[in-house]
């Protein structure tokens, strides 16, 4: 262990559980007493004043409840290194917490409007985004469910009604996209529209934006025509619209993926704010890591590890408590190279699942871990200098001082070649024989196991293993530190 290492929380846990409590035990039951009393409440002949004063302090204990729950789930996010298991809990929570608040607010109004007499009090109903893959980059022509695999979200957008409404849709739910590279009247995506159900959800699995936004964040917005039915047996219609989605960028190329994802977390982590909690930040980079390498965040294959956040903080940030803006930035011009090189890259990106690569891993702790390995021995990890740069510590014997030393090579090709030079370097690098896999474990850095390369890197080996740039000085230049 090295001095000022973060570590989970024991208490989250239980913090997570107080939340869930507060919203399935007195949230959700509270806001079901106020719909049943609300559409039970007397306004004709003569307004039930006694029964909307009580309906108002049940409005009232509702409200601090969902404060409390939004502000438990927020402090959680902020003061604590979470498992991922933990984050998409709590992050489900504030999703709901926030459906509720909304559900509320009808409720909150429709009572006021009954107060005041008004002639039709119930013309109240809201579309929400209840589900939705966002923050992220979408790549054009893509299908948005389907980018990420099986692990992503359709938008599902929900239709909440105050308690005496009573509508019908007259259209499907429609979709829209606004950016500031959007044109009105631009046909710019398919799968745009949408029946409600008979359990008021429309489903959007099939969103394609067949534009780009050109790196400007986008957001979608839904309206449905809706007819409202009065209790005099009149009825009028008018157009209910949602609030924005979360931001997203259209892009052409993986090229635009780097910048745009960069953004996109910038915007998630600092919201009208300058700076935050390291555990914050840690945990939507969390989020958004397993979002752009097609992983479950509740179930992951392999998430970034407690000591990759530990690495992280320690190399990048110098365990401050608090990361700015600006030191955000400087980050993500190194971490988002490597995070785009496991995700764009199949085989690194499988290398990577199976810990076959190391990644974020210093070359002092490299050196330290490989010490005591036999000869032929090596890892796969990110230069710390080069960004985005792939280096292979390994074993080798020092014929001079009869001694085993830690070689390093940095693989000196761009980020969109080492799919085939990664595994062909290894086939020509004879003193590489075994590759250490680490187990992929959250909590620690090992065990490892010793795996001949052949095993792990046969099935990407291509043809052109003869036209490799290699940096072939590197391991007698010991001023480039990778």
Not at 299 to 309: A, H, K
Not at 324 to 339: I, P, V
Not at 341 to 368: A, C, N
Request: charged share 25%; with cysteine.
């Amino acid at each position: 262990r090295v001095a000022n290492e973060w570590t989970i929380s024991d208490e989250a846990d239980g913090q997570i559980a107080e939340v869930e409590a507060i919203l399935h035990e007195r949230i959700k039951p509270g806001l079901a007493m106020i719909l049943e009393a609300q559409r039970a409440l007397q306004v004709y002949p003569r307004f039930a004043k006694k029964d909307a004063a009580k309906l108002e302090n049940l409005h009232d204990t509702v409200l601090k409840d969902i404060k409390l729950g939004l502000h438990r789930c927020r402090g959680i996010l902020s003061s604590s290194l979470l498992y991922p298991k933990q984050i998409a809990k709590v992050l489900h929570a504030l999703r709901e917490l926030r459906l509720e608040r909304t559900q509320h607010q009808l409720y909150v109004d429709e009572l006021a409007n009954l107060r005041k007499g008004e002639r039709h009090p119930s013309q109240l109903a809201k579309l929400v985004i209840s589900k939705q893959p966002f923050p992220k980059p979408i790549k054009k022509g893509t299908t948005v469910t389907g980018a990420d695999g099986e692990h992503e979200e359709p938008t599902l957008v929900r239709l909440l009604k105050a308690a005496k409404t009573s509508c019908t849709p007259q259209s499907n739910v429609r979709a829209t996209i606004l950016s500031n590279d959007t044109k009105k009247g631009e046909e710019t995506f398919s799968g745009g529209e949408k029946p409600l159900d008979s359990d008021h959800y429309a489903s959007f699995f099939d969103l394609k934006f067949a534009k780009p936004t050109r790196l400007n964040i986008a957001h979608l917005f839904f309206e449905v025509n809706l007819k409202f039915h009065h209790s005099d047996e009149t009825a009028t219609t008018k157009t209910v619209k949602s609030g924005p989605s979360e931001p997203f960028v259209v892009i052409t190329n993986e090229s635009q993926w780097g910048d745009s994802e960069g953004e996109l977390l910038r915007r998630s982590v600092f919201t009208d704010c300058e700076s935050v909690t390291w555990e914050h930040l840690a945990n939507m980079l969390q989020v958004h890591f397993l979002r752009s390498t097609r992983q479950d965040l509740a179930e992951p294959v392999r998430p970034l590890s407690l000591n990759d956040l530990n690495y992280l903080a320690r190399a990048r940030f110098n365990n401050r408590k608090r990361v700015h803006k600006d030191d955000y930035d400087e980050f993500w011009k190194w971490f988002g190279l490597a995070c785009r090189r496991i995700r764009h890259q199949i085989p690194f990106h499988s290398l990577w699942m199976k810990g076959y690569v190391f990644g974020f891993i210093s070359r002092e702790e490299t050196e330290k871990l490989l010490s005591d390995q036999i000869c032929g021995v090596f890892l796969v990890r990110f230069s710390e200098t080069s960004a985005g740069k792939v280096v292979i510590s390994y074993v080798k014997h020092n014929s001079s001082s009869k001694e085993n030393d830690v070689a390093h090579l940095l693989l000196a090709y761009g980020p969109r070649e080492a799919p085939k030079h990664l595994q062909n370097i290894l086939s020509q690098k004879q003193e590489c024989t075994h590759v250490l896999q680490l187990d992929v474990n959250f909590l620690q850095l090992g065990p490892f196991t010793r795996v001949p390369k052949e095993h792990c890197f046969k099935d990407f080996r291509t043809s052109s293993a003869n036209h490799v740039p290699l940096a072939s000085q590197y391991e007698m230049d010991q001023s480039i530190l990778p």
